[in-house]
């Protein structure tokens, strides 16, 4: 099945540790995408990558960083500069020609003890 | 930054009964895109609008394209208890532009 997959479902981080929240795709999708969501809002958006190698800052990057080594998979990591790391991440994806037609994954929820 | 506004913020309704809910901005969008989540979930696709004026359904789903294309609704007919959830409004600015996502409206169905 195609699909988007984010690993794992619940995430634990302690006071002053990175983290890193998995996202493949197997759809053959050139454009990746990590949102941010905070109860009883919308999707802020982190970070963005349209192609292989490249990638851009969302609204919220602060504190976060990604990668875009291979095509399937777009991973972020939640650094310790990130002060108020607890939230519902979302990983989405689209294809190059329909890039705002963007198809969600199940989603992380890191919380900070 | 750009904001949509997305109204309602919650409705709770009688099984079978019809919903409406949409979305403005005082920006122009090229496309509207309309999502569920459910809890826990990410964010599910129902419908996508292309163009202005565009009246689109899936099933028991209606969503327009506003002919100013600074508005969208979404009309649910004859709800079921299984259309709870979150549904959430996105608007895409420009040409290959970031969406942009409303707050939201969180749907309760009594049955």
């Known amino acids: 099945d195609g699909g988007i997959t984010q690993s794992p479902k619940y995430l634990f981080r302690k006071e002053g540790q990175n983290v890193t929240l998995s996202c493949e795709q197997n759809l053959n999708h050139d454009a990746m995408y990590w949102y941010r969501q905070d109860p009883g809002q919308g999707l802020r958006l982190i970070y963005y990558?349209?192609?292989?190698?490249?990638?851009q800052k969302g609204d919220i990057a602060e504190g976060y960083s990604v990668s875009r080594e291979k095509k399937e998979s777009f991973p972020l990591t939640v650094t310790s500069a990130q002060k108020n790391p607890t939230a519902f991440y979302l990983c989405a994806s689209a294809s190059r020609r329909y890039q705002e037609t963007q198809y969600f994954g199940p989603g992380t929820r890191l919380l900070v003890l | 930054g750009q904001q949509l506004n997305q109204s309602p913020q919650s409705m709770f309704i009688q099984e079978g009964e019809d919903v409406s809910m949409n979305c403005t901005s005082s920006s122009i969008f090229n496309t509207w895109l309309w999502y569920k989540q459910d809890p826990g979930e990410g964010p599910v696709l129902l419908i996508a609008?292309?163009?202005?004026?565009e009246l689109t359904s899936n099933g028991r789903l209606t969503a327009q394209f506003g002919i100013t294309r600074k508005d969208s609704f979404l009309n649910i007919s004859a709800s079921i208890p299984s259309d709870v959830g979150i549904y959430f409004c996105a608007g895409q600015l420009g040409q290959g532009g970031k969406l942009i996502f409303g707050q939201g409206t969180e749907l309760s169905v009594k049955p």
């Open positions: 609008l292309y163009k202005a004026g």
């Open positions: 990558s349209q192609i292989v190698n490249d990638f």
